[in-house]
């Protein structure tokens, strides 16, 4: 369905543009056709996208959401159900664009422990963020140029969310290292869209080392991420039940 294969939907919405051209100045105002297709697929792009092969190809995966396609209006939307949602407002720095291959923060749950996450965005998504420089955040929360977001900075954070999409745990032999990975969507709520709707943003790998002779499983990486669920305001979610899962659409 619109590219994907429907036994696979998991690992297919997981895809991200190449940074080789993903700031390329000819490409700067650049719009994808989502009058046609939905975001949630590459093929909404018209652009060259890759599935990251770490963690997330040649890996079993546990998933962290339902996924149901939805009919809509000619379109179809993505459901996602039985899972979590981390508001990027809800805490005290983001990363801001630099020169790396992607943008990396630490984000601290309730446990104190954390995961790295680096963002992989989508290209309208990124220029938005060229938009809002340095004001947005900071990759520490110790730097001291950070200043004030202004309210259409805030707006934005406010509108942005992660859903935690799938993980796994693989061993890193060259680093006799246990690896978790999560990954996630990044979502933008548009101007003017229902409650708990959302536009697909970009992906988020957010990544955790054990050592080597840790016994490390999806159950233990599905309760450690689980530091970072938290109540959210009714407007980022269509439904939810008493354990703080959410419903939401991508279309």
Not at 82 to 107: K, R, V
Not at 158 to 176: D, E, F, G, L, S
Not at 220 to 225: H, I, L, P, R
Request: aromatic residues 14%; proline residues 5%; negative net charge.
């Amino acid at each position: 369905m619109y590219g994907l294969w429907a036994s696979d939907m998991h690992r297919g919405i997981l895809f991200q543009q190449p940074y080789d051209f993903l700031y390329s100045p000819q490409d700067a105002r650049y719009s994808p056709a989502w009058h046609d297709t939905p975001s949630w697929s590459w093929a909404a792009l018209d652009k060259p996208v890759a599935w990251n092969a770490w963690g997330l190809l040649g890996h079993r995966l546990t998933h962290l959401a339902n996924i149901d396609i939805i009919p809509c209006l000619g379109s179809s939307r993505l459901r996602l159900r039985e899972t979590f949602i981390i508001c990027l407002s809800a805490y005290g720095s983001f990363p801001s664009l630099g020169d790396e291959n992607s943008l990396a923060t630490l984000f601290v749950g309730l446990n104190k422990s954390g995961f790295e996450f680096a963002f992989y965005l989508d290209q309208w998504f990124a220029m938005t963020f060229r938009e809002h420089p340095s004001r947005i955040a900071s990759t520490t929360a110790r730097d001291e140029r950070l200043t004030t977001p202004t309210r259409d900075d805030q707006s934005l954070l406010q509108r942005t969310v992660i859903v935690p999409i799938t993980c796994c745990v693989w061993y890193w032999a060259k680093h006799n290292d246990n690896v978790a990975n999560v990954w996630c969507l990044v979502l933008y709520a548009p101007p003017g869209a229902e409650d708990g709707v959302y536009r697909r943003a970009g992906v988020v790998a957010a990544t955790k080392f054990f050592g080597g002779h840790e016994d490390v499983n999806t159950d233990m990486v599905k309760a450690q991420f689980d530091a970072y669920r938290r109540p959210v305001a009714r407007n980022f979610f269509q439904e939810e039940d008493d354990k703080v899962n959410y419903t939401v659409m991508v279309m």
